[in-house]
């Protein structure tokens, strides 16, 4: 289980960090500026779930298979952009991988530290959410999660079919796959049609208040 955790956990750093670079590279930032797009989408969210559960240092500054990922793979969107926007809305479909990856091994990586059941959804939602909110923050926009279809709850909804079946003893590969897969199409599902939560009421004209 371990390994797999492992393994969840560089394969969601990965397309995390290609989510982020090809942004950057959207926004015509100069190399630097798509690498540090990649390591804080890859990255921020792992690093304040593994501080908060005392895992320090963070596996994202002292395993060498991090930066290693993340560096690759924002120099591959660097390079090879154009061939990478071919495929249909790429960073949202790897946004959406790297959502639903981050969600259940974080989630796994909580109860691993005992965490209990309630709360590791929520790191492990954390960890899915964290860096897509940093990406946004560093490109001055409104992070994704505050606004746009059914982000956080699919990461929710992952992470807690990981944590249900943690309390009723199933067999822990199938069931972190079923939650991976439960938030990857809810997702997908909700930016095909339009799902999301409801939204506040728009201030009336004129309204200045805070």
Same mark, same amino acid.
């Given at each position: 289980?371990?390994?797999?955790?492992?393994?969840?956990?560089?394969?969601?750093?990965?397309?995390?960090?290609?989510?982020?670079?090809?942004?950057?590279?959207?926004?015509?930032?100069?190399?630097?500026?798509?690498? #540090?797009?990649?390591?804080?989408?890859?990255?921020?969210?792992?690093?304040?779930?593994?501080?908060?559960?005392?895992?320090?240092?963070?596996?994202?500054?002292?395993?060498?298979?991090?930066?290693?990922?993340?560096?690759?793979?924002?120099?591959?969107?660097?390079?090879?952009?154009?061939?990478?926007?071919?495929?249909?809305?790429?960073?949202?479909?790897?946004?959406?991988?790297?959502?639903?990856?981050?969600?259940?091994?974080?989630?796994?990586?909580?109860?691993?530290?005992?965490?209990?059941?309630?709360?590791?959804?929520?790191?492990?939602?954390?960890?899915?959410?964290?860096?897509?909110?940093?990406?946004?923050?560093?490109?001055?926009? #409104?992070?994704?999660?505050?606004?746009?279809?059914?982000?956080?709850?699919?990461?929710?909804?992952?992470?807690?079919?990981?944590?249900?079946?943690?309390?009723?003893?199933?067999?822990?590969?199938?069931?972190? #796959?079923?939650?991976?897969?439960?938030?990857?199409?809810?997702?997908?599902?909700?930016?095909?049609?339009?799902?999301?939560?409801?939204?506040?009421?728009?201030?009336?004209?004129?309204?200045?208040?805070?």
């Amino acid at each position: 289980m371990q390994s797999l955790i492992l393994h969840l956990d560089l394969i969601g750093t990965f397309v995390f960090a290609l989510s982020g670079a090809m942004l950057g590279v959207r926004h015509r930032l100069d190399l630097f500026g798509v690498l #540090v797009l990649a390591f804080a989408t890859a990255s921020a969210g792992g690093i304040l779930r593994d501080l908060l559960i005392g895992a320090t240092p963070p596996a994202a500054l002292h395993d060498w298979r991090y930066p290693a990922i993340w560096i690759s793979a924002g120099l591959i969107a660097f390079a090879w952009s154009p061939w990478i926007e071919r495929l249909h809305q790429p960073v949202r479909i790897f946004d959406a991988l790297g959502l639903a990856v981050f969600a259940v091994a974080g989630t796994d990586k909580a109860l691993g530290a005992g965490i209990g059941p309630l709360m590791a959804p929520c790191l492990g939602m954390l960890s899915g959410i964290g860096g897509g909110m940093l990406r946004d923050v560093l490109l001055a926009r #409104v992070p994704l999660v505050l606004h746009a279809e059914l982000y956080a709850i699919a990461a929710l909804a992952g992470a807690s079919v990981v944590a249900i079946g943690s309390v009723l003893q199933l067999p822990p590969v199938p069931v972190t #796959v079923a939650g991976a897969a439960l938030c990857f199409c809810l997702r997908l599902a909700a930016l095909r049609y339009g799902w999301h939560l409801p939204k506040a009421l728009q201030a009336p004209p004129g309204d200045d208040a805070a």
